[in-house]
C-alpha cells in the first residue's frame, strides 16, 4: 500500500509516473479604478495593448501550426480571439480615456462576455476561452509568465483544478504523460482530451491541492488512485505492464471476442460524417451510437427532411457494409436544440427530453424517420433506428411501430431506472436494446451526470448501475434478442470484461477506447467475465467493485 495516496474517478486506463506540473498561475490585477494614464502616454500605452493581444495571438498561433485536427482549430479560435477587432477596439477605446492596459483588457473582456452570454449558446460557451486570452494579455503587459501549460523538459503529469481549452489543446503526451484535476466529471473537457491524446485521467480528486509542484507522483488511470512520491522502482515497473498492455492495444484489430471465442461486437459512438469517417481508423466493427442532435447544436430551425437525409447517409456510407445504430434526436436537457424549444423548465434532466419531445412536436421525430428511410435506401445493411429516454413498453411499442412502418429496425435505448427493470416487456416490444449507461447511472444515483461534487456517484461501477445491466442482459438472453451498452462505461476494458459477463452482446464507445477494450477482452475467457460480473454485483460500493474485478482479470 502506498504511504499517501489520493483518490479521484478513473477516466482513462494506464499508468503515468513522473513529477506533477501545475499550469501557470493566472495573473493577479487589481484596476486601480481610476483612469490615471496621462493623456500625452495614452497612444503608447493603446500600443502596449497591441502588441501584448499580438503576441498572445502569435504564440497561439504558432501551437496551431505544430497540432492537428480539433487542437489546432482550439488554437486558431483562441488566437483569432485575441486579435478580433471588437475586442481590441472595446480594450482600445478604454485606454483612450486614461485606463492602463490591463484594466482595458479586462473591461472589455467583461463587456464581450456579458454580451456572449446573453447571445447563449456556442457563443456563450467561448467565455471561458475569452477570459483566457483576457488572462494571456494581462500576463504579458505585466510581464509575467503566461498562464497555461508550461512546455516540461522530463516528461510529466499534469495537475490543475480544471483545464481550458487553449491549456489542453496541442499537448504533447510524450511531455504530459497524464492529466489529473481537481474538479470535472467523466464527461467533462479534460476527460475528452485525455481520451483524445490517450492518456491515463484522473478527474474530481478533492485533495489535489495539496501536491506541491515537481513531487513525483504514479497515477492510475483504471482504478482512479494518485500515489505521492511511491517507491520508484515499483512504480517504474507497473509503468512498464501499463505499456505492455497498451502495446497488446494497439496491436488488437478486432473483431471483438473473448479468449475462448465469445462475440461481441466493438462499436463507434460517432455525431456526423467526419467523426464516422474518423471511427474507421479505429478497430470498431460499425456504429453502435450515432448521436444525431450533436450535428444540429446551432442550428435555429429544423434541418429539412434532405438535408438530414443526406447527413445520415454519409454516417451509412462511412461504415458501408457494417452494422449502423441512429438515435433519434436526445434533445433538451444538457443537449437543449433550438428548434426542439421547450419551456422553461425547473429540472430539465427529468422534463420533456428525449422521445418524449414527440408527444409535443411529433413532426420532428416524423421527419427525422422520415430522412432516416430515405438515408437508408440501397443501403447494404439495413440501419438500426433507437429512442433515447423509453420508460416503459408502451412508449417502445410506439416507437418501434414508427420504425418499423418505414422497414427499418427498431430499438430503445434503456437510460431510466423503469426501463431496465421493465426490461423483459420493453425487449418483447423491439428488436434490441442498447443501455444508455451515463444516464442510467445519473437517474439510479439522483446524482447530476454534469457535477464535478457528485463525480463519485455518478461512477459506472455503481453496483446499482450494475445490478439493473445485469437485469436487462438476462431479459435480452432470455428473449434472444441483442443488449448493448454504448455509455462510456464501455470504454473501460475492465468493466467492458464486467458487462460482457453480465451478458451485454455489444459495446460502443469513443472509438480511441476500441482497441484497449478489444484487447483486454480477448485475453479474457468468458468464465472469467462472468466471475468478475458476480463480485462486482455483490460488491458494496465502485471501488469495492472495480477492485473484486481486477482481482479476477488482472
Ligand atoms: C447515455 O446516457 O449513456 C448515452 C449513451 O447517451 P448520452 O450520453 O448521449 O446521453
Ligand atoms: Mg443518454
Request: glycine share 12%.
Given at each position: 500500500m502506498p504511504t499517501?495516496?489520493?483518490?479521484?474517478?478513473?477516466?482513462?486506463?494506464?499508468?503515468?509516473?513522473?513529477?506533477?506540473?501545475?499550469?501557470?498561475?493566472?495573473?493577479?490585477?487589481?484596476?486601480s479604478g481610476s483612469a490615471d494614464v496621462p493623456e500625452g502616454e495614452r497612444d503608447a500605452e493603446a500600443n502596449r495593448f497591441t502588441e501584448a493581444a499580438a503576441a498572445v495571438a502569435g504564440r497561439l498561433r504558432e501551437r496551431a501550426s505544430h497540432s492537428s485536427g480539433v487542437a489546432a482549430e482550439v488554437l486558431s479560435a483562441t488566437a483569432g480571439l485575441a486579435e478580433d477587432r471588437g475586442w481590441v477596439g472595446a480594450a482600445k477605446k478604454r485606454i483612450a480615456k486614461g485606463v492602463r492596459a490591463p484594466a482595458a483588457a479586462i473591461a472589455a473582456t467583461e463587456e464581450f462576455a456579458a454580451l456572449f452570454t446573453k447571445l447563449g449558446g456556442l457563443m456563450a460557451e467561448r467565455v471561458t476561452d475569452l477570459n483566457d486570452v483576457r488572462d494571456r494579455v494581462v500576463a504579458e503587459l505585466l510581464g509575467v509568465p503566461e498562464p497555461g501549460v508550461p512546455v516540461p523538459d522530463t516528461p510529466s503529469i499534469l495537475v490543475a483544478d480544471d483545464l481550458a481549452p487553449a491549456d489542453t489543446a496541442g499537448l504533447d503526451p510524450s511531455l504530459v504523460t497524464a492529466l489529473v484535476t481537481r474538479l470535472g466529471g467523466p464527461t467533462s473537457h479534460t476527460a475528452i482530451i485525455a481520451r483524445q491524446l490517450g492518456i491515463p485521467c484522473v478527474v474530481a480528486v478533492s485533495e489535489l491541492a495539496d501536491v506541491a509542484a515537481g513531487t513525483t507522483i504514479l497515477v492510475d488511470g483504471t482504478t482512479g488512485v494518485i500515489e505521492i512520491e511511491p517507491d520508484a522502482e515499483q512504480a517504474r515497473s507497473r509503468v512498464e505492464e501499463s505499456r505492455r498492455i497498451a502495446q497488446a492495444a494497439a496491436a488488437w484489430s478486432?473483431?471483438?471476442?473473448?479468449?475462448?471465442?465469445?462475440?461481441?461486437?466493438?462499436?463507434?459512438?460517432?455525431?456526423?460524417?467526419?467523426?464516422?469517417?474518423?471511427?474507421?481508423?479505429?478497430?470498431?466493427?460499425?456504429?453502435?451510437?450515432?448521436?444525431?442532435?450533436?450535428?444540429?447544436?446551432?442550428?435555429?430551425?429544423?434541418?429539412?427532411?434532405?438535408?438530414?437525409?443526406?447527413?445520415?447517409?454519409?454516417?451509412?456510407?462511412?461504415?458501408?457494409?457494417?452494422?449502423?445504430?441512429?438515435?433519434?434526436?436526445?434533445?433538451?436537457s444538457d443537449k437543449p436544440l433550438k428548434f426542439v424549444s421547450q419551456e422553461h423548465e425547473p429540472n430539465p434532466a427529468m422534463g420533456v427530453r428525449g422521445n418524449r419531445i414527440a408527444s409535443v412536436h411529433p413532426e420532428i421525430r416524423t421527419h427525422q424517420l422520415d430522412a432516416i428511410a430515405r438515408a437508408a435506401e440501397n443501403a447494404s445493411v439495413t440501419p438500426w433506428v433507437m429512442a433515447p429516454m423509453i420508460a416503459g413498453a408502451g412508449e417502445a411499442e410506439e416507437f418501434a411501430a414508427e420504425v418499423r412502418g418505414r422497414g427499418l429496425v427498431a430499438g430503445v435505448m434503456i437510460e431510466i431506472p423503469a426501463a431496465a427493470v421493465l426490461a423483459p416487456a420493453i425487449l418483447s416490444k423491439v428488436d434490441f436494446v442498447s443501455i444508455g449507461t451515463n444516464d442510467l447511472t445519473q437517474y439510479t444515483m439522483a446524482a447530476d451526470r454534469m457535477s464535478a461534487e457528485l463525480a463519485a456517484f455518478t461512477d459506472p461501477w455503481q453496483p446499482a448501475v450494475l445490478n439493473l445491466v445485469a437485469n436487462v442482459a438476462r431479459a435480452g438472453k432470455d428473449l434472444g434478442k441483442p443488449v448493448g451498452v454504448c455509455g462510456e462505461a464501455a470504454a473501460d476494458p475492465l468493466l467492458a470484461c464486467v458487462l460482457v459477463g453480465l451478458g451485454v452482446t455489444s459495446l460502443s464507445s469513443a472509438p480511441v477506447a476500441a482497441a484497449a477494450v478489444g484487447a483486454r477482452l480477448s485475453q479474457t475467457t468468458s468464465d472469467q467475465c462472468r466471475e468478475a460480473a458476480e463480485a462486482a454485483l455483490a460488491a458494496e460500493d465502485p471501488e469495492a467493485a472495480r477492485t473484486a474485478a481486477a482481482a479476477i482479470l488482472l
Open positions: 499517501t495516496a489520493l483518490k479521484g474517478t478513473p477516466v482513462v486506463g494506464g499508468i503515468a509516473y513522473g513529477p506533477a506540473l501545475w499550469p501557470g498561475e493566472r495573473p493577479v490585477y487589481s484596476p478486432g473483431p471483438g471476442r473473448t479468449a475462448d471465442g465469445h462475440s461481441v461486437s466493438i462499436l463507434a459512438n460517432v455525431a456526423d460524417g467526419t467523426s464516422a469517417r474518423a471511427a474507421t481508423d479505429h478497430p470498431v466493427e460499425g456504429v453502435g451510437l450515432f448521436r444525431t442532435e450533436l450535428a444540429f447544436l446551432d442550428r435555429a430551425d429544423e434541418p429539412s427532411v434532405d438535408e438530414q437525409a443526406a447527413l445520415y447517409r454519409e454516417v451509412i456510407d462511412a461504415f458501408d457494409g457494417h452494422k449502423v445504430v441512429i438515435r433519434t434526436l436526445d434533445a433538451g
